[in-house]
C-alpha cells in the first residue's frame, strides 16, 4: 500500500515538534545511536521489507491475546472496534517503514509528536473517528518495546545476512524503539518543573 493511501497516515503535516532536532541529538548520544545504527536501520529496512504483514501478524495476535492491549482498541465498555484495529494495522506497517528508511530530522520529529498524542487524549481516537478509551498508559508504551524489539530478531535473521549484521540490525532497532518512546512520553510526562 502507497503512505498516501493509508488513512490517517500524516506524515509530513504535523505541527513543529517541540523537540529540536538539537535535543534529539542529546537523545540519540543518551542511547548510544550512532551514523552505524542510521545503516543497519537502512539494511533492516530492506530486510523487512517484504516481511511486514507477518510482522504485524505477530504483534496484533499478541495484542488480540492480552486484553489491557486489547481494552485500548475497543469501547469503554470492551467491545473490539474491528474497523480501528484495521486502520491502525496500516499505520503500524509504514511506522515500521518509516522507522527503517526516514532520515530522523524536523519533519520525524514532528510526526513523532504526533504518534505520541495519538496515544493520549489529546488526540486518540481522532483520526479514525472511533468512540474508543481515552488513552493508553504509559507502562504499556514502555513495557511494549519489548515485545516489539524481541520479535522482529527472526525476521531480521531470515534476510541471509551474517550474524554479526543480524545483531547490529537488532540493537539499532531497539535503540531508536526506544528512543522514540521517549519522545512519545512527553506529553505524559512534559519537562515543566
Ligand atoms: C513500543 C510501543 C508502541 C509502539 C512502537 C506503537 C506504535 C504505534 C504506531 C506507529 C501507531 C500509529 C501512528 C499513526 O497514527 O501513524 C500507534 C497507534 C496506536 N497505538 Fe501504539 N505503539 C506502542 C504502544 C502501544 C500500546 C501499549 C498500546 C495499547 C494497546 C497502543 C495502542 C495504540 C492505539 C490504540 C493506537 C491508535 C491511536 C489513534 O487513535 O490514533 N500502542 N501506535
Not at 47 to 70: H, K, S
Not at 171 to 177: D, G, P, Q, T, Y
Amino acid at each position: 500500500m502507497g503512505e498516501t493511501t493509508i488513512p490517517g497516515y500524516g506524515y509530513g503535516n504535523a505541527a513543529p515538534s517541540p523537540v529540536s532536532v538539537e535535543e534529539l541529538g542529546l537523545l540519540k548520544a543518551s542511547v548510544l545511536f550512532g551514523p552505524e545504527d542510521e545503516a543497519a536501520l537502512r539494511r533492516a529496512g530492506e530486510v523487512l521489507a517484504d516481511q511486514v504483514e507477518e510482522i504485524l501478524d505477530v504483534w496484533y495476535a499478541f495484542v488480540g491475546a492480552n486484553p489491557q492491549l486489547l481494552a485500548e482498541f475497543s469501547t469503554p465498555d470492551g467491545k473490539p472496534i474491528t474497523p480501528y484495529l484495521e486502520r491502525v494495522r496500516a499505520r503500524f506497517g509504514q511506522w515500521i517503514r518509516d522507522t527503517c528508511t526516514r532520515p530522523y530530522d524536523e519533519a520525524w520529529l514532528a510526526y513523532q509528536e504526533e504518534i505520541a498524542e495519538r496515544h493520549t487524549p489529546a488526540k486518540k481516537n481522532t483520526a479514525d473517528g472511533v468512540a474508543s478509551v481515552p488513552y493508553v498508559p504509559l507502562r504499556y508504551l514502555i513495557a511494549l518495546i519489548y515485545p516489539i524489539t524481541a520479535t522482529v530478531r527472526d525476521f531480521l535473521a531470515r534476510g541471509d545476512r551474517p550474524a554479526e549484521e543480524v545483531d547490529a540490525m537488532h540493537e539499532a532497532w531497539r535503540k531508536s524503539v526506544i528512543m522514540q518512546v521517549a519522545l512519545w512520553s512527553r506529553p505524559y510526562a512534559p519537562d515543566t518543573w
